[in-house]
């Protein structure tokens, strides 16, 4: 594991939010390619429970794109902490969570009865008029995803 993925890590909770979501950039493209980010797999299970939206977000996102290298069934263990998400209290959050779903569903096979069934139970009746249609769409369109694989 290179000092530059362990460096890159721990911008994802600099308080300087570019500074951080470079780095999730930086991180997403690396877990794409390599496993490099995947042994951080139980700091970024922790990430979900921050207070921080941003954290949960940036946990959220990573978990999902190591999905294809989870040889230790990691997510497995943690599935049903992300899939509270989908009903985050922060609906840009909730909206992101969903997003990641079917990139969760196509490379772990195994979670897509547990995934589409929390997407179908999802109560969204708490968010915003506003915000409601839009996290509707994109639960409609994860399952879509999701069914087709």
């Not at 772990?108 to 009865?113: A, R, S």
Request: charged share 30%.
């Amino acid at each position: 594991m290179s000092m530059n993925t362990a460096e890159t890590f721990e911008l994802l909770f600099d308080k300087n939010n570019k500074v951080a979501y470079k780095a999730l950039q930086e991180l997403q493209k690396e877990s794409e390619e390599t496993d490099h980010v995947y042994p951080y797999m139980n700091r970024l299970s922790d990430m979900l429970d921050s207070d921080n939206s941003y954290i949960r977000t940036r946990g959220l996102t990573l978990i999902a794109y190591n999905a294809k290298w989870d040889k230790d069934y990691k997510i497995d263990e943690v599935i049903d902490d992300y899939l509270k998400h989908i009903t985050d209290v922060k609906p840009i959050t909730a909206r992101q969570c969903i997003k990641l779903l079917p990139v969760i569903a196509e490379n772990k096979l195994e979670l897509k009865n547990d995934i589409l069934s929390a997407l179908q139970k999802a109560d969204i009746s708490f968010y915003d008029d506003s915000m409601q249609p839009l996290v509707y769409k994109d639960i409609q369109k994860a399952l879509k995803e999701i069914q087709k694989l």
